[in-house]
Structures are given as C-alpha cells and as structure tokens.
C-alpha cells in the first residue's frame, strides 16, 4: 500500500487532537498518513488472528466440556491416571478435573508447538501453567511437556483409567494416540474434533462403529 491512498481510518476530531501543535502543513499530512499506516497496520495484524482462531478457539464447546466432565467421574470408577494429549490452555483439563475426584492423577501432556492465537511456544507454555495452576497445586494434576511420541515411548507407570487424545489432529498422529491407549490398556479411550478426516479414518479402522459421540468427541469403551 502506497502512502498516498492509505484507508483514512482514524476519527477526524481524534486526529485532530493528536495532531494539535503541529502547523506546517506538509508535516501534518505526513504525520497523518503515518499514523493511518499504523493503525491499518495494526487492523490487518488483529484480523489475521481473527481468522486463524475461527477454527473454534481449538478448543471443545458446552455440550463437550460438560461430556468430558462425565467421562472423568466415569473413569473414577476404575484404577489408573487419566491422561490427556494435548493441553493448549487447558479448558478441557479444566473439565477433567472438575469431573474426577481429588485423588485421582491427571497427567495433561502438551510440546506447545501449536496455539490458535500465535503465541510464542514459552508464552503458551507459561500462561498454560499460570492458567491450571490451582489444579497442579492442590488437585493432582501434572502438566507434562512432551511430546507424545516421547511420552509414549517412556510410559511405564500404571494402565490409564482414560485417555483423551486432542493433540495432532493427522491420521497418522491419532493412530499412534490410539495404539498407545490400547497398548496400556486404557478403560476408556476417547478424543476430540472425529469431524476431522484423519482422525475419524483413525478411530473407525480402530473401533469400526462401536464408538459414541458426544458433540465431536468421540468415546471407546473397553467391552463395549
Ligand atoms: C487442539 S489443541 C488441544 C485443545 C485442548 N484439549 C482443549 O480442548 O482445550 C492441540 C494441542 O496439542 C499440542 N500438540 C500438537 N501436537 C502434539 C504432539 N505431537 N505432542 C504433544 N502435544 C501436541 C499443541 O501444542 C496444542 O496445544
């Protein structure tokens, strides 16, 4: 965008009294096309990010954050951790561990590689921790980074009363989600966004038709 035809975006009053003090009309016309500069500038950063959270914040919607809430009392009824792939912020963590009792473990394990705000991954990691810090103080909840080809890799700790897997959303990914559930022999195995293609591929190659949905969560349950 040339100088010359910058959008006037800035309120003529408001322009004014930025610009009060300045006489010589050349400079105030320059200060005025720079200040449109920055202010378009600074409209097209704010709706680029716009755009790239239209894909739901990334995170899980009423009907499914009150659906994991549910599939975390369920989980109590058995032994082992829950375990959660793919934290972001943690509003699904949140509803993990309003659902769980106090005593149950709740592993949350996170690489903040990706956040739907653009964000620096050491932000993302901080505010995270900082967000969930009530639960990791007082309600057994441990964030973990890693990512989850490590973390399945040095598993050796008891098998998971559930996982739920919301982190790469890629058929390869969610297969690899999947067989660590089934290896560990998880009571419950369920995950997020089954719109996606690659993850719907995954989980009807690994559970055919005997799954649930609640929202775009899908849910496997050992004898079902
Ligand atoms: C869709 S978000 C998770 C949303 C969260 N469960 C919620 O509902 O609020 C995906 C998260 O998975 C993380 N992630 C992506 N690939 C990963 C991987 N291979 N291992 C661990 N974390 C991963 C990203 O950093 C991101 O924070």
Known sequence: MSAKNVPKVLDSSFLEKLLSGVKEPAQRDLLEKQLNISVNTFLGFCHAREDQTK?????????????????AKEACKFKGPIIEIGTLFGYSTMAL??????????????????????????RHEELTRKSLCFLTETQNVKIIKNSSTDFYAKYD??????IFIDAAHDYESVKQDIEFGRR?????????????PGVKQAVEESFGNMIETIGEIWVWREKS
């Open 55 to 71: 894909f739901k914040d990334g995170t899980v919607n009423n009907v499914e954050f009150d659906g994991l809430k549910r599939l």
């Open 97 to 122: 561990a309003i659902g769980k009792t106090k005593n149950k473990s709740l592993y949350t394990v996170d690489s903040f590689t990706w956040n739907p705000i653009g964000i620096t991954s050491r």
């Open 157 to 162: 700790i008891e098998s998971p009363s559930l």
């Open 184 to 196: 560990v022999q998880s009571n419950i195995i369920c995950g997020h966004d089954y719109n996606w």
